[in-house]
């Protein structure tokens, strides 16, 4: 077997540990609960008949241990379990959701990546110019910015003062398609400014890096045109960072979107999880942080893979 | 160090201000506050006039009385949070530092395995456990938080611990504690505060957010977060008071991130960045 193809072996089957171990969290915090959750949902005046009965019913009774592998083998085969809230399946709810979010996330990412790159790119070829020094200001600014802050900020101008764009993006599965990108446009406008200063400074830094290394200055040296550095030279070696960047960012983005679906009541899987953490309805709360996670710990995998695969010193390790 | 702050940029100088304009918001609230936290002085949503500078909020509590307190409760509990962290991640990495071997790896691939679920994901995950109280707030994210630093605390203590001097103190036969508080410390001080900086603020809007979700500090507290959440309605009305205590949250962060930026300039000293 090749070395590379034994390399991302070897990190998939290391994410697949991580989302074992992950998932073994995520059934088990029931358990650090002092007392019961039951106890904790119903209150302080139930009785013990209704604490047994509520007991029974989420299947509380039985041992833990194969309470956790049943949830485990129910993700494999498509059932999550039941809404404590509304005693409705949660899979036939939570596809939608997902969908909804991964397209949220999507336009975001075809929004932010490139603008991120680009700018990028530029400020660090032009480093410490007054273009540089404002991009590093305001990406600094905007990174201190908390997501609700920039969502009203543009609902205040796209949506009220300009009424441009709508302020709630309430999309459904029979919209047509141009109707669900024309409401979805400012909650992926949000995200993108959000996650914008975040890969832009983390682009301009890993080219940065890039370009003090001797080989450049060598370049530089033998009189190579600035044009044909970048593109000859230093890109090649660029490819893996800036794809580890966008991984990363992504990975950040699946997050983000919680906090942005409430302000827009977007009806995606964050809003979902917010809800239900109010409700207290701890099935739908594991069922999501299962999926986020496994979503956020595929990214990060891959963003460790490309920039395996990208480095040929990684690639060969002594 | 008022020395050193006298050459740092325009933007650090400016942040040190703001941060020192907060504290003193903070700290003397009660004298400050034209009314009371929790009172309700008017009825809900008025406008913005002499009796009342920002309006009030959903039940008719004041806008400024509010934000004013707010400082206080937000600043105060994202500031015992990252305190917390601290204590707990920078022990625990100084350790793993200094004793190496099988704790290094086992407390390092628990805090692997921790990092691995996003935070807020995991947050929210807790909260549904434990409820949203100040107490379980707090321990939660300090725990989750706690993890970054003990990265942070261990990669900087790293280089420390191989010293000389750190195997004159062990061969002298000094205590655990003893190399941790006089041997490692002092000399991974100043990284350690660039990232309190960093962590603050993430915290910060950390638990902004998850008020604002109304799922962090709870009513009738003042809270910036949960302040933009209770007036948001008034955006749609084309009525910037919902931005103010987002405002307030922003200006915070800004200003420790402009002085963070600064202090990180310093100790990288001058790199190749800088030619």
Redesign the interface.
């Known amino acids: 077997m090749s070395s590379l193809a034994r390399i991302i072996l070897q990190r998939l089957g290391l994410g697949l540990l991580?989302?074992f171990?992950?998932s073994l969290?995520?059934a088990f915090?029931?358990e650090?609960?002092p007392g019961d959750?039951t106890q904790?949902m119903l209150g302080q005046s139930a009785t013990p008949e209704t604490v047994a009965a509520f007991r029974k019913e989420i299947g509380l009774d039985r041992p833990a241990h194969i309470r956790y592998f049943e949830w485990l083998g129910g993700i494999f085969t498509g059932d999550l379990g039941q809404s404590l809230a509304s005693k409705r399946d949660i899979s036939e709810f939570v596809g939608t959701r997902l969908s909804n979010t991964l397209f949220l996330g999507g336009l975001a990412a075809a929004f932010a990546v490139p603008l991120a790159l680009l700018l990028g790119l530029l400020a660090a070829l032009y480093?410490?110019s007054i273009f540089d020094r404002i991009v590093n200001?305001t990406t600094?600014?905007s990174?201190?910015?908390?997501?609700?802050?920039v969502a009203?900020?543009l609902?205040?101008f796209l949506s009220?003062?300009a009424g441009i764009f709508p302020?709630i993006s309430n999309v459904s599965t029979n919209l047509a398609f141009g109707d669900q990108l024309f409401r979805t446009i400012l909650p992926a406008l949000t995200l993108t400014l959000v996650v914008l200063a975040h890969m832009l400074r983390m682009t301009r830094a890993a080219i940065?890096n890039l370009l003090?290394s001797p080989y450049i200055e060598m370049a530089h040296l033998k009189g190579t045109r600035a044009f044909r550095v970048i593109v000859y030279h230093a890109l090649p070696n660029a490819w893996g960072p800036i794809v580890n960047v966008i991984a990363l960012n992504l990975?950040y983005l699946?997050?983000g979107v919680?906090?942005v679906e409430?302000?827009f009541v977007y009806p995606g899987l964050g809003q979902l999880?917010?809800d239900?953490?109010?409700k207290?309805?701890?099935p739908v709360?594991?069922a999501?942080?299962i999926i986020?996670?496994a979503v956020?710990?595929l990214l990060?995998l891959l963003a460790d893979i490309v920039s395996i695969v990208s480095n040929p010193r990684l690639l060969h390790p002594r | 160090m008022l020395k050193l702050l006298w050459t740092a940029p325009l933007?650090a100088k400016v942040g040190v201000l703001a941060i020192l304009a907060y504290a003193f918001v903070a700290l003397f609230a009660p004298l400050l506050a034209p009314y009371g936290e929790t009172a309700i002085v008017g009825s809900s949503y008025e406008l913005w006039s002499d009796k009342f500078v920002f309006g009030t909020d959903n039940i008719g509590r004041d806008m400024l009385t509010r934000l004013i307190y707010g400082a206080r409760n937000t600043i105060g509990i994202a500031f015992l949070t990252v305190a917390i962290a601290f204590f707990v991640g920078g022990t625990l990495g100084m350790l793993a530092a200094i004793l190496g071997g099988a704790y290094d790896m086992l407390i390092g691939r628990l805090v692997?395995?921790?990092m691995?679920?996003?935070?807020?994901?995991?947050a929210?995950?807790?909260?549904?456990?434990?409820?949203t109280s100040i107490p379980s707030l707090v321990l939660i994210i300090a725990l989750l938080d706690s993890t970054r630093v003990f990265r942070i605390a261990r990669s900087a203590a790293m280089n420390v611990v191989v010293m000389e001097f750190v195997e004159a103190a062990r061969l002298r036969g000094e205590g655990m504690g003893w190399i941790i508080r006089k041997e490692v410390l002092p000399n991974i001080t100043a990284p350690l505060l660039a990232e309190f900086g960093l962590r603050f603020?993430f915290v910060f809007?950390f638990i902004?957010?998850l008020s604002?979700?109304?799922?962090g500090i709870q009513p009738p507290l003042a809270d910036w977060?949960s302040m933009?959440r209770e007036t948001?309605t008034l955006?749609?009305?084309?009525d910037?008071t919902?931005?103010l205590p987002?405002?307030a949250?922003?200006g915070l962060?800004?200003a420790?991130?402009?002085v963070v930026?600064w202090m990180l300039h310093l100790s990288s000293g001058l790199r190749?960045?800088?030619h």
């Open positions: 991580t989302l171990a992950v969290i995520i915090v029931v650090l609960l959750i904790a480093r410490n200001l600094l600014t990174i201190s910015f908390p997501e609700f802050f009203y900020i609902i205040l009220v003062k302020g940065i003090s990975a699946v997050v919680v906090v409430v302000v999880l917010v239900s953490v109010a207290r309805d701890l709360v594991q999501c942080a986020f996670a956020y710990i990060n | 933007s692997d395995i921790l691995a679920i996003p935070s807020l994901v995991f929210l995950l807790l909260l549904t456990v434990f409820g603020c809007l902004a957010a604002f979700l109304g799922l977060g933009v948001a955006i749609n009305y084309n910037i919902p931005l987002a405002i949250i922003a962060t800004v420790v991130n402009f930026d190749s960045d800088s």
